[in-house]
């Protein structure tokens, strides 16, 4: 449709609209009067029905309670507003009213053919009925004292309310009505001349658009007029200048960018849309391996070999190629290009779509030989920096691992200890390997077992230093199979398996080896030295906690036993009897101490010489040591004066254990440098927990006392502490003074 057709008919669309909405409005004008009538008069009614109802503060009776008055009120409000009043009680019977008609007072009401009345009376709504009678509108409220109880219903004529909206409404109407048909008018004059200056607009630009189209660029159109068309105008005017400019450059452009085409580096092919080859720049000839012309106006799968990335074949129509020339849509994925020489070039292939009727893609292949050649290099130092990496790691594993047991092996107190820890974490640190930790004993003529794990036990647990290449050498010895090198005499084993010994060194000395077993070492001929580093790290940490170790329990030693003797000295011994003592007190136990004395100490020093003294106290040491239990505590309290502590004993057992000890020592025959030293006694005081105290230092001050006793009745006697204190001393083995006190 043409567009002065358009806008014809929207102009009569619009007289048709402006008529349709005014016949609208004068339609809901009259129903909205109507209603407003109706309202009015409802609001009427109930305004005089309160006003009926309305009863002073003083206490006077209310209109409706009051027919004379009432009927007069009714009068002065028919007379100032014209209308008829009637007023109904509960039942319908007339109260009073003021009409133009005739209605009895004290009848019923009847001329309401509906009911209507009663209705209103029952419910509370008010209704609307014509009086057959008058044939009035009349309008039924009902009057409610109190509030929500209905006492009777007020009877309103509203034709006359009706009758004046009416007339309002009409006058409203017909002003509407005139001034929609003027609009009309003036719509369609304004459209009548609209449509002229529309139409001479108009054709002047569809010639000069006609001409332009058909190819004359220096077309132009008048454009004197100063209306919008006039714009139009000089807009064409100025278009058909700039298109006749962008032509010439357009043609420059174009060289310029076959100029490009030619000299870029990535190849460039355009396919038509049946898949033959329409043009290639230099670059993708070459890529191609073939000549220009050789590849122009041939189906592109005849001169172009694509393989997907790993050299693997397309499935048909599965190339970007094909792909893009099936579905219309951009395609680039990494291919490798087959030259006529038949080697591979990987290019990333780049096809997109024309947007022309006939179709047809642009190809770009780029060539990215260098950067995979790149990406090797780059993986290839990657893989290296990983390799690095898990051995850097694996080396902080090692050195943290190597720490802690160093660590644990520092907290040990006690070689026991040292050897359980050990024997747990070489199962951890050299998984797959059985071995050993074999100690010098100190005369250094036995190597010992200390620790074992595995499941191959392929070392003897006892062996002389001599035995093994390890202690000889000072170095490791590695044996195996394939190897030229003896195997330790401590092997006990002759099968294919790879044995270390790896010598355990720490501050000059060397305290014994480290011993393992590969049991496949001939299907691992590398595996001692995938773990050569931290055995190494094992072995000098194992080494130096062995040597503290060792160090720390020759201190100890020295701490708490006499030296010339070797047994506990006082110090130990005060420190043991106290625990012992809270032990055997928590476990209802009896405890002995037992203290003694050398008698005549002094003359073997006076007599024979120091020498000779300390031999008599190393003997008596030995006695004591060769007559007591391992449980038993046996120290030099202090000069030529011992103690023997027995946890468990009773007094009698301590009393009996006392008399041998005595009669052991006054056996002894000592000689010192060919002369003989004659008779050794000693002196011995005996007390018990809990007979002789609760506490150690009671223990020990019964038990010397009783000593005291001993010496003083004679020597060479054992006298037990008395139970109770003012009781007699107990003589456990009565001797004739053989020596003055």
């Known amino acids: 449709m043409r567009i002065k057709s358009q806008i014809i008919l929207s102009m009569v669309s619009a007289a048709a609209l402006i008529g349709l909405v005014g016949g609208v409005a004068i339609y809901t004008q009259i129903a909205t009067t109507r209603l407003l009538g109706l309202t009015e008069a409802t609001a009427v009614a109930r305004e005089l029905a309160d006003t009926i109802v309305f009863k002073a503060s ?9 027919p004379d008055a009432l009927r007069e009120f009714l009068e002065h409000q028919h007379h100032s507003s014209r209308r008829d009043f009637l007023i109904l009680d509960r039942n319908k019977v007339l109260l009073a009213h003021a009409a133009d008609e005739a209605h009895p007072v004290g009848v019923q009401y009847d001329h309401d053919a ?31 004292y109190p509030e929500g109880t209905i006492i009777g219903a007020v009877l309103l004529e509203y034709d006359p309310l009706l009758r004046d909206a009416e007339r309002r409404a009409n006058d409203t109407l017909w002003l509407v009505g005139l001034s929609a048909a003027a609009a009309i008018l003036v719509a369609a004059g304004l459209a009548w001349m609209l449509l002229r200056r529309f139409g001479a607009g108009l054709s002047d630009m569809m010639g000069g658009m006609e001409s332009l189209a058909k190819g004359d660029a220096m077309t132009r159109i008048n454009h004197t007029r100063k209306d919008e068309f006039g714009q139009l105008a000089h807009g064409f005017n100025t278009m058909a200048g700039e298109l006749e400019s962008s032509r010439a450059q357009l043609v420059a452009q174009k060289a310029y960018i076959e100029d490009i085409v030619q000299t870029a580096a ?40 694509m393989r997907d990335a790993r050299g693997g074949e397309f499935a048909a129509g599965t190339s970007p190629v094909a792909l893009a020339l099936t579905t219309g849509r951009q395609q680039q994925s990494e291919v490798r290009l087959t ?174 080896i480290l011993h393992l077993c590969e049991p496949n070492a001939a299907e691992k001929p590398q595996w001692l030295a995938e773990r050569q580093q931290i055995l190494r790290g094992v072995v000098d940490t194992l080494a130096l906690a062995l040597a503290n170790l060792r160090l720390r329990e020759t201190l100890r030693q020295q701490s708490i036993r006499d030296p010339n003797t070797g047994l506990f000295n006082r110090r130990y011994l005060e420190e043991t009897g106290s625990r012992e003592l809270r032990r055997v007190e928590r476990s209802a136990q009896p405890l002995v101490v037992i203290m003694l004395d050398v008698d005549h100490f002094k003359q073997f020093n006076d007599t ?125 083995s009565p001797q004739k003074r053989g020596r003055d006190a």
């Not at 009345?117 to 509108?137: A, S, W, Y």
């Not at 390890?470 to 003896?486: C, D, I, N, S, W």
């Open 339 to 512: 030259k006529s020489d038949g080697s591979h070039v990987p290019v990333i292939a780049s096809c997109s779509p024309l947007s022309g009727p006939d179709g047809g893609l642009v190809l770009t292949l780029s060539d990215i030989s260098e950067l995979r050649r790149a990406e090797g290099v780059v993986n290839e130092r990657a893989e290296q920096l990983a390799v690095l990496n898990r051995e850097l790691h694996e080396k902080s594993e090692t050195t943290t691992r190597l720490v802690k047991l160093g660590e644990l092996l520092q907290a040990c107190v006690t070689f026991p200890e040292a050897f359980s820890v050990v024997g747990t974490a070489m199962a951890e640190f050299l998984g797959g390997l059985s071995g050993t930790v074999h100690l010098t004993s100190a005369s250094r003529n036995l190597v010992e077992e200390m620790a074992h794990w595995g499941d191959v036990r392929s070392s003897a647990a006892q062996f002389a230093p001599e035995d093994c290449w390890a202690l000889r050498r000072g170095q490791e010895h590695v044996a195996g199979p394939g190897m030229l090198t003896p195997r330790c005499a401590h092997i006990t084993e002759n099968g294919g398996k790879g044995y270390v010994c790896m010598p355990l060194a720490a501050q000059g000395e060397t305290l014994g």
């Open 266 to 305: 990535e190849g460039i092919a355009v396919l038509d849309g049946d898949g033959r080859i329409a043009s290639v720049n230099p670059a993708a000839a070459a890529m191609l391996g073939r000549r220009a012309d050789k590849i122009e106006g041939q189906e592109w799968g005849s001169v172009m070999t």
């Open 114 to 144: 509906g009911n209507e009345v009663g209705k209103t009376l029952q419910d509370g709504v008010p209704r609307r009925f014509i009086d057959p009678h008058e044939i009035n509108d009349i309008l039924a409220v009902p009057i409610e």
């Open 608 to 732: 024979f010489g120091h020498e000779a003294g300390d031999l008599v106290l190393k003997q008596v040491a030995a006695t004591l040591l060769e007559h007591a239990r391992d449980s038993d505590v046996v120290s030099r309290y202090g000069g030529e004066e011992f103690a023997l502590v027995m946890p468990g004993s009773s007094v009698e057992e301590g009393a009996g254990r006392a008399e041998v000890l005595r009669q052991a020592i006054r056996q002894l025959h000592l000689t010192h440098r060919g002369r003989t030293l004659g008779t050794v006694t000693a002196s011995f005081g005996v007390a018990a927990y809990p007979e002789h105290g609760a506490g150690w230092a009671e223990l020990t001050n019964a038990a010397d006392h009783a000593l005291y006793e001993a010496k003083g009745q004679g020597r060479d006697r054992v006298i037990v502490a008395p139970s109770a204190p003012g009781e007699r001393l107990q003589l456990v």
């Open 58 to 66: 003083d206490g006077a009776p209310s209109l409706f309670e009051r």
